[in-house]
């Protein structure tokens, strides 16, 4: 009888609670969200969009706890270059050598935790690209109906060692930083 009360105790208490928290899903709004990409080499650099395939934020009394993102990587769009010379760049991009779009057509971001700050938020992720799973660290400012952020990510880490001059020797002028930056705008 003792144990018996006691789990009718545990669960009113563990019931009790829950009802006093407020969770939330905020679902992003993909046509509105955008992310913009810029890459950097030793002569200049190339900049360009990719489409995020869904995405939703996870607030518990009105505080950002988790969420998870899903790129579509077939969405690799250069804005910096027309013609053949956008055509080549978004196909070598897409190829194996870079992102292999093919085999791995999203990426994911899964935010683990996140501490509101006196700017925003810092946040604690893991970033899969290629089927490689690192975690990440950035700030994220959040208001009432969008989060954006700026966050630099180590292409090597992923596989991603085309023109790294941490890789290969003698690359000269056709060095490509191992960075790439990624300027993200959720709209919800």
């Not at 969770?23 to 993909?30: E, G, N, S, V």
């Not at 992310?35 to 650099?45: D, F, P, Q, R, Y």
């Not at 991009?93 to 935790?113: H, Q």
């Not at 954006?148 to 023109?163: I, Q």
């Amino acid at each position: 009888m003792k144990t018996v009360l006691k789990s009718v105790l545990i669960l009113a208490v563990t019931f009790g609670a829950a009802s006093f928290t407020n969770t939330m899903t905020k679902r992003i709004d993909i046509k509105e969200s955008t992310i913009e990409w810029k890459g950097k080499k030793v002569l200049g650099s190339h900049n360009g969009t990719i489409n995020l395939q869904s995405g939703y934020l996870e607030i518990e009394n009105e505080q950002l706890t988790g969420g998870e993102f899903v790129v579509d990587m077939t969405s690799i769009n250069v804005m910096d270059l027309e013609g053949e010379g956008k055509e080549k760049l978004e196909g070598h991009l897409k190829s194996d050598d870079f992102f292999g779009i093919e085999t791995y057509p999203t990426a994911k971001l899964v935010i683990k935790n996140a501490t509101k700050n006196a700017d925003g938020y810092l946040v604690n992720g893991d970033l899969t690209i290629k089927g490689e799973t690192h975690p990440v660290n950035f700030d994220m400012d959040m208001g009432t109906d969008f989060a954006s952020t700026t966050l630099k990510v180590d292409r090597t880490k992923f596989g991603v060692r085309y023109g790294s001059g941490s890789f290969f020797d003698n690359l000269g002028d056709n060095t490509i930083s191992d960075t790439f930056e990624l300027k993200v705008t959720l709209k919800f």
